[in-house]
């Protein structure tokens, strides 16, 4: 299934997204990323730290606290919530986290789907959990809530559920570019030249890859051997002309990574001068 991440939906979810990794001060690497996908059938925004990767499974923290909100005002796709809303789950989400921390706690994701908000949370130890909670939503009393407690050592959670696929993940990069375009006033619409980058473990992958390409209109910008302290040394610049409609530019940033495994290939991104809207 597919669900079209419209351009104001895109604005509004990533600067709760930037409000959120200020809110979150811990001597534990933080890379907050943002991104769709479906979960049970049910499509997810899925909110989560993408630097706990390189960290996990952490030997002391091995209890995982679910905490469930059922909202009142998701939209038909249980996405997204009324504005005032949003604002009261995004202040329950920084006094849940700004607690869990006190407790040498980590806030692991945020999911909402299906109507509800579900906070992923990694603790030592989770006695006297649900006081914890108690205490944050009894100013909150027309919300209903849910705490579960699993044991969870190897953080299967975090890395089944809430990590990204590959795809996703270049989503997730393709939304940063479009963030920034956005800021800068671009008309995602206004067909640009679109750069793409990629790095190749052998020249003959780079060849037949150019031909491939080149059946799909691109064309080559760049050619170069590279030293990067791995194994791709030959590096491609790619372009076509192209607008960067956020599914659009999912579409074939997808198809280019799928081409580029035939070849053993790392896509590295892709970049475009803003054509602005006035």
């Known amino acids: 299934k597919n669900y079209t991440f419209r351009p104001e939906k895109l604005h509004f979810w990533f600067c709760q997204l930037y409000k959120m990794s200020e809110s979150i001060k811990t001597n ?4 907050w990323v943002a991104y769709f996908s479906h979960i049970e059938d049910h499509p997810a925004n899925i909110l989560m730290n993408l630097a706990l990767a390189d960290l996990a499974p952490i030997d002391n ?3 995982l606290v679910l905490f469930t909100i059922q909202t009142l005002s998701a939209d038909e796709n249980g996405l997204f919530t009324a504005e005032e809303e949003s604002k009261v789950l995004h202040s329950i989400q920084e006094e849940i986290i700004e607690a869990i921390e006190k407790k040498n706690g980590i806030t692991a994701g945020i999911v909402m789907s299906n109507g509800f908000m ?4 990694y603790v030592k130890r989770s006695e006297r959990i649900e ?15 849910n705490v579960n407690v699993l044991i969870d050592k190897e953080w299967n959670t975090y890395f089944n559920l809430l990590y990204p696929s590959k795809y996703e993940l270049q989503t997730i990069e393709n939304q940063s570019v479009l963030f920034q375009l956005d800021q800068d006033g671009d ?18 992958g780079r060849e037949q890859f150019i031909r491939k390409v080149e059946t799909l209109g691109y064309k080559v910008a760049l050619k170069e051997t590279v030293d990067h302290g791995n194994s791709y040394h030959f590096a ?42 006035r």
């Open 28 to 31: 534990i690497p933080d890379q």
């Open 61 to 63: 923290l091995k209890e």
């Open 118 to 121: 579900n906070m992923f949370l």
């Open 131 to 145: 006081e914890l909670f108690r205490t944050v939503m009894s100013v909150h009393p027309e919300h209903s809530y």
């Open 187 to 204: 008309d995602f619409s206004k067909e640009r030249e679109v750069d793409h980058f990629i790095y190749f473990p052998t020249e003959e």
């Open 236 to 277: 491609l610049q790619i372009s076509r002309l192209n607008n960067v409609m956020p599914s659009e530019i999912n579409e074939y940033t997808w198809e280019l990574v799928t081409l580029g495994n035939d070849y053993g290939a790392k896509y590295d991104g892709w970049g475009c001068c803003p054509q602005n809207s």
